[in-house]
């Protein structure tokens, strides 16, 4: 092969910003003589969202990603190489790149699952095929391998999360990690790494971290593995989390995991890989089932993106379903801003505003509030979700949000969260309202959650003028009423809702549980 001409691979990254597991990467190392890392900050990420205008991508995770791509170039600079950063759309990039260098053989990266990112991948195969440059690609945004389901085809995945775990669990099992190389090929020469873009350049600025967060955690592959360490080898909360997750204050009631992942800053199959290992060495139990019985909801998402395309973004959702939604302004402004006047949805959607999250049950109440108590058009609110949060994943946004409007993958339809009850059962002192609504903090114990229900003499008290210092609750539901002036559930964290079958009867309650842990029994 002497005299032959240098091969060059680009590896576009996306949401896949991480060293270990990386298959892209690992690919180019041994297929290349000059690897090329590159990330593209593509200008229609920052632009609006498709039915009512938000901002497509809002400060707190812009904040995270560009944390996440700093952290990576460091990394591959320890590894010999660097991240090419560039502004614009990534075929326009490649085609300009594959152009410069002359010696481009291939173009390699992750698939992705929704429209706009698969629109990117058309447009790359067009400008390969173009020049005579190869496409590799490959599939690891998930626990489980889209080629390793135990059903024929992708229009086969079941529509129920249920009978897709039990399928799974019992026919399937996750790939190993891929061993990265210490060292990875050089850039080509010529090729300049570029400036990593600041807050302004997308017209944000970097937003104050709040005291309150219960998510202070910074972007990027070092931060998540740090994540990982710490909570399940060095405090061993992942054993609890079955019977904690549901918290509200706080960094540790739960893994946090979630931001990572969606840039794809920590591989699931290593989140999988660990938990298999803390079993064997620590213990293995309800809780550590958990975190997987999480990743394959967040796996399910995914797959169900996949088998129904852009149906997931349609106002009739997977079941074509006609319902009557309200486009109300008003009532959208006083939800987006948490002035509905029922201080449970008010605290959680002001601590998405002012942090950009919010904990699993904080969003399954407010989607609730939002679809079935308020009867406003569900994507108002997946476009606000996806403006805000930090840890927004397409799939599993619009996946929640179809679910909790009672038209995506749910037996349960009319299913409804009462907001008094909920709030009693998992804020039961009134702590985390007090938290995050302030001028009713001086309103003792549960009676936060129903103010309308106290006497002018406690309001007064209190110095709370409904209407005025507080707003009237937008709604009153018919349902609250038997829960004023009851005493608060002493549960802090009744482990309830859609991702736990509690409310089964006993006998069938942990049978994937159960099932695991009888799989494991032969498993190292």
């Known amino acids: 092969m002497a005299g032959a001409a240098p091969?060059?691979?680009?590896?576009?990254?996306?949401?896949?910003?991480?060293?270990?597991?990386?298959?892209?990467?690992?690919?180019?190392?041994?297929?290349?003589?000059?690897?090329?890392?590159?990330?593209?900050?593509?200008?229609?990420?920052?632009?609006?969202?498709?039915?009512?205008?938000?901002?497509?991508?809002?400060?707190?995770?812009?904040?995270?990603?560009?944390?996440?791509?700093?952290?990576?170039?460091?990394?591959?600079?320890?590894?010999?190489?660097?991240?090419?950063?560039?502004?614009?759309?990534?075929?326009?990039?490649?085609?300009?790149?594959?152009?410069?260098?002359?010696?481009?053989?291939?173009?390699?990266?992750?698939?992705?699952?929704?429209?706009?990112?698969?629109?990117?991948?058309?447009?790359?195969?067009?400008?390969?095929?173009?020049?005579g440059v190869k496409i590799q690609t490959f599939w690891a945004s998930t626990l489980y391998h889209r080629d390793d389901l135990p059903f024929r085809d992708i229009s086969r995945l079941p529509d129920v999360y249920t009978q897709f775990r039990k399928a799974v669990e019992a026919q399937a099992k996750v790939r190993p990690t891929v061993q990265m190389p210490d060292?990875?090929?050089?850039?080509?020469?010529?090729?300049?790494?570029?400036?990593?873009?600041?807050?302004?350049?997308?017209?944000?600025?970097?937003?104050?971290?709040?005291?309150?967060?219960?998510?202070?955690c910074s972007g990027g592959e070092t931060q998540a593995l740090m994540r990982l360490q710490h909570y399940f080898w060095d405090t061993n909360l992942v054993a609890s989390y079955k019977e904690t997750r549901n918290g509200l204050i706080g960094i540790d009631y739960s893994t946090k995991f979630a931001p990572w992942l969606a840039l794809g800053c920590i591989s699931p199959r290593y989140i999988y890989e660990q938990i298999r290992k803390y079993e064997k060495e620590r213990t293995a139990n309800q809780s550590t089932y958990w975190v997987i019985f999480e990743l394959l909801w967040r796996d399910y998402f995914r797959f169900v993106a996949l088998k129904y395309g852009t149906r997931i973004f349609l106002l009739k959702g997977l079941q074509d379903k006609e319902v009557p939604w309200k486009k109300d302004p008003k009532l959208f402004d006083a939800w987006k801003e948490g002035r509905t006047g029922v201080p449970f949805v008010d605290a959680n959607m002001r601590e998405l505003a002012a942090t950009g999250f919010m904990s699993n049950r904080g969003r399954q109440n407010v989607a609730s509030f939002l679809t079935k108590d308020l009867g406003l058009d569900w994507r108002m609110g997946a476009e606000w979700f996806e403006y805000l949060l930090v840890d927004y994943d397409a799939c599993s946004n619009y996946g929640n949000w179809l679910y909790s409007a009672g038209i995506g993958n749910d037996p349960r339809e009319n299913r409804k969260f009462n907001m008094i009850k909920q709030g009693l059962d998992y804020d039961s002192n009134g702590d985390y309202v007090r938290l995050w609504v302030p001028e009713i903090q001086c309103v003792k114990g549960g009676e936060i959650h129903t103010l309308w229900a106290l006497s002018n003499a406690a309001l007064s008290q209190a110095g709370i003028a409904l209407g005025e210092t507080y707003p009237l609750p937008v709604i009153l539901a018919r349902e609250w009423s038997r829960h004023i002036n009851q005493k608060p559930n002493k549960r802090d964290h009744p482990p309830r809702g859609k991702k736990d079958p509690s409310d089964m009867p006993r006998q069938h309650k942990d049978r994937g549980v159960d099932f695991y842990f009888s799989r494991n029994k032969d498993l190292s």
């Open 183 to 216: 060292q990875l090929k050089p850039l080509a020469p010529g090729v300049e790494d570029g400036c990593i873009p600041v807050p302004e350049e997308f017209g944000q600025k970097d937003p104050l971290t709040d005291p309150r967060t219960a998510f202070p």
């Open 7 to 131: 091969r060059t691979v680009i590896c576009l990254l996306r949401n896949d910003l991480r060293y270990h597991d990386s298959e892209v990467l690992r690919w180019a190392q041994k297929n290349a003589d000059y690897v090329i890392p590159l990330y593209c900050f593509d200008p229609r990420q920052y632009l609006k969202t498709y039915y009512y205008g938000f901002p497509k991508t809002g400060p707190h995770r812009l904040k995270f990603l560009l944390e996440s791509v700093k952290d990576l170039r460091q990394t591959l600079k320890k590894k010999g190489s660097n991240l090419v950063v560039r502004k614009g759309n990534p075929e326009d990039v490649i085609h300009d790149l594959i152009t410069e260098l002359g010696t481009v053989a291939a173009v390699a990266f992750h698939e992705e699952a929704t429209k706009e990112e698969l629109d990117v991948e058309k447009a790359l195969q067009r400008v390969c095929t173009q020049h």
